[in-house]
């Protein structure tokens, strides 16, 4: 595609101070790698650490200054000044399209493991989770070996070389299960970075949180195969030389046995909640045993005690932040302004938004519907545009579990209102669908909602670029014929009259479960509108920090930090020194940890909250809108018309199909040798043959046909093509 012009010396300054701000982020997180890489090190334990626990372990920070310094400023520096590197780039433009550094990654890119335990993994995943279990096994066989050989140097000889070596194999095995948790802390460290759904970290290198969930989980597994081996190391331990009263203690000072236990239980029954037959088939189990973190962490904090938390503290402190503002945003009530009932059983639920709230292609929101459950929230992917549509966000949802089955017979019976909240959206800082010459979306089933966004998007490109926008191709299979009144909703109720005559499109569309069309179509089968009565409480979905969200966040996390600090120097100063130093006695580790969890949470707590009513009274000031108290109605669409060779002839309104087929019953008539999936061989043959120096494959659906899209794509053939799932770990 073309690429940008370079733009006023203006734009050309901001370019120069993004990029020197990415120098300074990338800097101080390798610094904060490094730390962890030498950590383990004699160099590290007895010289530099040494020289910051002189200056940092103060009396106003205690023994928890040095760990503040070196594992949390940098990483909440780096989330801060992220905001604000974030809210520079929106609004100067789509500066997150480099091209020249996407095209030097498309090899990393590229799937490299297919089928297999983590699913499709790329090369530069498959290198950095390498390069990571390289340090927990470096990290793991440098402590052993120093300890090691303390131990052996340590113990004197006696005759009974058989008791000697006895007693220094029950200390090696005490050593090994004190750093078998070492190594389960290093993955809390980055354990919580991918599930902060408002992150800025994530978006710095690219990512998503929805996109990240398989780190969370890849993560999860490691920590809790690491807490469980330790647990078990010290049992076995304790027995060995018989005080297994130490599973009763809970010292006043140091380490607590019983809250390490109770912290482990919490953690086991998360972890077997998240076994993918469980996760699938009992959803709400897993959604609620999972709401134990809270309980984990706070029996972990009182475990370990503060000092050792703060190596994880970044992760959780952000964490905390976005779970506290997704608390505040759905305490609102949205107003829902109508729904569509499709004949398929899916639902399209169409909400009033801010102008103010502008959002990418393929972003997620979360939904509650308190009627149903007031604690579950489920994600569903945004179909609307905000460019498109600025007063309104679409989702689409499929009736298939208990929850969206229930919701679908509630929509379906009369109805005036509808309770809901919503947490989001969230997607991706920037997309760029321009460095492509073609996009390839391959979808199955509901998995065509991501798509709808995107054609959208590269609708309203098409009116507003004067370079051409990526030709389309759209490969979608469905169950039924009923199911092809999704396409229906590729093209908004809004945009009918947009001019689209710069979208190349083509649709390739099959039904695997009927071998010819219908013969009629059935009237009562046409897609319903309901439209809902407002009510004055409920809002327009809006961004919670308001337009300038990124500055918002940057100012939640330094200021809260800073709040925290004060609070902790001032109780550590004038309450907890004293008692060290003038009655000789030592302060509670759990009263402490417990009074810096408090902190934390007040803090974010306050800062959060006055960011909060701070946006939301300027919002309701500048919010001009009336509320229309109509009756409910109900309007009736009709749905595609087909012919007898199954082509789609015609849309009651304007098409974005210039050439489109579909294609009913059996295989294709060529076979394939490793695909399952009935489009997989025709697939396999469109995205080798499809034109252009380079080819976006986005892939949405069943894994299955993830595999089959990414087994195609990491073909020695396929160099043109550029792979990337959507797909939810839920």
Sequence with gaps: MATAKQGSPSQQGRRILLAGMRFLLGAVFLGYLMVWILSPTNLWRQNWNVQVDKHANSTYFGEQGSNLLIFTFPILFIAALGCLYLHLGKTGGNYMERTGENSRLAFWKRPLLVKGPLGVVSAIELAFLAMFIALLIWTYSTKLTI????????????????????????????????????????????????????????????????????????????????????????????????DLEQLLRWDKVGVSNVAGEIALVFGIVMWVAVLPRIRRQKFEFFFYTHQLYFLFLLFYVLHVGIAFFTLILPGVYLFLIDRYLRFLQSRRKVRLDSTRLLPCETLELNFTKSPGLVYTPASVVFVNVPSISS????????????????????????????????????????????????????????????????????????????????????????????????????????????????????LPISATHSPISNLQFQLEAFVTREKEPP????????????????????????????????????????????????????????????????????????????????????????????????????????????????????????????????????????????????????????????????????????????????????????????????????????????????????
């Excluded at 919670?544 to 709040?563: D, E, Q």
């Excluded at 974010?604 to 009336?626: C, D, F, H, P, Q």
Aim: glycine share 6%.
């Design 147 to 242: 300890r090691f050989s303390e131990i052996n140097r340590g113990m004197p000889h006696h005759h009974n070389h058989s008791h000697d070596h006895e007693k220094r194999w029950k200390l090696k095995l005490g050593t090994s299960a004190y750093n078998l948790a070492l190594l389960g802390n290093i993955c809390c460290a980055f354990l919580f970075f991918p599930v902060t759904r408002g992150s800025s970290i994530l978006p710095l290198v690219g990512l998503t949180s929805e996109a990240s969930i398989k780190y969370h989980i890849w993560l999860g597994h490691l920590a809790m195969v690491l807490f469980t081996a330790h647990g078990l190391c010290y049992f076995l331990y304790w027995a060995l030389i018989h």
């Design 375 to 490: 604690l579950q929230w489920h994600p569903f992917t945004v179909s609307s545009n905000c460019n498109l549509e600025p007063d309104n966000l679409s989702v689409i949802i499929k009736k298939e579990g208990t929850w969206t089955q229930k919701l679908y017979n509630m929509l379906s019976s009369p109805l005036d209102r509808l309770d809901v909240s919503v947490e989001g959206p969230y997607g991706p800082a920037a997309v760029d669908f321009q460095r492509h010459d073609t996009l390839v979306l391959v979808s199955g089933g509901s998995g065509i909602t991501p798509f709808i966004s995107i054609i959208r998007e590269l609708i309203f490109l098409s009116t507003t670029l004067t370079s051409p926008t990526p030709r389309i191709v759209l490969i979608s299979a469905f169950k039924t014929s009923a199911d092809l009144t999704m396409l229906d909703l590729l």
């Design 519 to 730: 013969s009629t179509t059935d009237p009562h089968k046409l897609i319903q509108t309901i439209r809902f009565k407002p009510h004055p409480s409920d809002a327009p979905i809006s961004p919670v920090l308001g337009p300038n969200g990124w500055l918002w966040l940057g100012a939640i996390i330094s200021s809260s930090f800073v709040m925290y600090l004060i609070l902790v120097g001032l109780l550590t100063r004038y309450y907890i020194y004293p008692i060290h130093h003038n009655t000789g006695k030592t302060y509670s580790t759990t009263s402490k940890a417990l009074l810096n969890t408090l902190f934390i949470c007040f803090c974010i707590a306050v800062t959060a909250s006055v960011a909060m009513l701070w946006n939301k009274k300027s919002m309701e000031g500048n919010l001009i809108g009336s509320v229309e108290m109509d009756n409910p109605s109900t309007t009736f669409l009709s749905s595609w018309s087909r012919g007898s060779d199954g082509d789609v002839e015609n849309l009651p309104r304007q098409s974005l199909v210039q050439s489109s087929k579909v294609h009913y019953g059996a295989r294709p008539p060529l076979r394939s040798e490793f695909f399952w999936f009935p489009v997989s061989y025709f697939l396999a043959r469109m995205l080798l043959e499809t034109e252009g120096s380079s080819v976006g494959v986005l892939v949405s659906g069943p894994k299955e046909m993830r595999h089959d899209v990414a087994t195609v794509c990491s073909s020695g053939q396929a160099d043109r093509l550029h792979f990337e799932a959507i797909s939810f770990n839920w």
